[in-house]
């Protein structure tokens, strides 16, 4: 069973940067389908982005298409999500998951997903 660790939340601006980290531990990453999902205040949580298993293909939510960025590091055994021009909107906490088997339709579904990290907090601010 792998344990997911989210690290990089913080406090920044909006239309600033921040790098989003998932690192993979009791098992290699490069089999699993691992997406990101955030859930602000009061709101359900929602798809970001995913990469799908082997890193053969990359899938991202329409309000972040041309800003954020998902990859993988094999050899660190991680997954990050570059976040570019940040806006208030893409304040909340940010959870990374990962699965062996998931279907290419299902990769935007939180509960499809097996495991999880305990989430990072990222505020953008005006």
């Known amino acids: 069973q792998v344990q997911l660790v989210e690290s990089g939340g913080g406090l920044v601006r909006a239309g600033d940067s921040l790098t989003l980290a998932c690192t993979v531990s009791g098992g290699t990453v490069t089999p699993y389908n691992v997406g990101w999902f955030r859930q602000a205040p009061g709101k359900e949580r929602e798809f970001v982005a995913a990469?799908?298993?082997?890193?053969?293909?990359?899938h991202y939510a329409d309000s972040v298409k041309g800003r954020f960025t998902i990859s993988r590091d094999n050899a660190k055994n991680t997954v990050y999500l570059q976040m570019n021009s940040l806006k208030l909107e893409d304040t909340g906490a940010y959870f990374c998951?990962?699965?062996?088997?998931?279907?290419?339709?299902?990769?935007?579904?939180?509960?499809?997903?097996?495991?999880w990290g305990q989430g990072t907090q990222v505020t953008v601010s005006s």
């Open positions: 998951a990962a699965d062996l088997t998931i279907i290419l339709s299902s990769i935007r579904t939180a509960d499809m997903y097996d495991y």
């Open positions: 990469s799908r298993r082997y890193g053969s293909s990359t």
